[in-house]
């Protein structure tokens, strides 16, 4: 494998010290942190709402919810939580309702409504995705990005010896640096399995660090489609940027 130990350097340095991650962080911390502190199936229900929409979006949807115990979730029906989404700006809203009701219901049969067991009750970071990955709604790239949330936000799992299979979330823009940094082929990039591989075996101690410095290079500096503002990018700034050339002006 070429060795790109300086763009992963780079990556990891950005993603400890740029303001912009560090307040997305934070904003982050203070959702999942408050309603697993008011009800932990809500930063359950956070979780399955989060595909292909704004996360803010996402995880301001309790604040629809009227909400002090598991019990008032079980209440709610299907189309009320059709309500509730689309109040929040929610799309999908059907499709998530379905997943919502069919969530409260696993956490009902399999954990006496205590969300909280998911994690609790667990003695790795594998038993925790798997746990999520049995949720209707949740995938590979959800489950991991929930419980790297529970490591960094409430230290769950700061014993576990199995941090390398906290891996990266392969959204979109995670996708296109991956490329454009020449980690991976521009023919495979839309293959998860390649991206998440690549990433642990660029930072085989914990790849998910790869993620955030990523997504908001991505996002910020260098979309998919669009200008991109190679000469900002502090990819490109730092020279670690094969088609720094091609696309700068």
Not at 31 to 52: Q, S
Not at 61 to 68: D, G, K, T
Not at 81 to 102: F, M, N, P, S
Request: some cysteine; charged content about 30%; aromatic content about 12%.
């Amino acid at each position: 494998m070429t060795d790109f130990s300086q763009s992963v350097n780079a990556l990891l340095e950005y993603g400890a010290t740029d303001p912009e991650i560090i307040k997305e962080i934070q904003y982050e911390r203070d959702r999942v942190i408050c309603w697993i502190e008011r009800e932990p199936a809500l930063f359950v229900l956070c979780c399955v709402a989060d595909k292909n929409i704004d996360a803010k979006i996402v995880w301001e949807i309790p604040n629809y919810i009227l909400c002090s115990s598991f019990a008032d979730l079980e209440k709610i029906s299907q189309s009320q939580w059709q309500t509730i989404l689309k109040k929040a700006g929610y799309i999908r809203c059907a499709k998530v309702a379905d997943e919502y009701v069919d969530a409260i219901k696993h956490i009902r049969n399999v954990y006496d409504g205590h969300a909280e067991k998911i994690w609790t009750e667990s003695k790795s970071f594998a038993e925790i995705i798997v746990k999520f990955l049995k949720f209707k709604g949740i995938g590979k790239k959800i489950a991991t990005m929930a419980t790297n949330m529970l490591n960094r936000y409430k230290n769950i799992g700061n014993d576990f010896t199995d941090k390398h299979f906290m891996d990266i979330s392969p959204d979109t823009h995670v996708k296109q640096i991956f490329n454009m940094l020449g980690f991976v082929d521009d023919i495979n990039q839309d293959n998860t399995d390649i991206i998440v591989y690549t990433a642990r075996a660029l930072n085989p101690d914990a790849p998910y660090l790869l993620d955030y410095p990523c997504y908001i290079i991505g996002k910020k500096f260098c979309k998919k489609r669009g200008n991109k503002l190679c000469q900002e990018c502090p990819m490109g700034k730092k020279q670690c940027c094969p088609n720094y050339e091609k696309y700068k002006k």
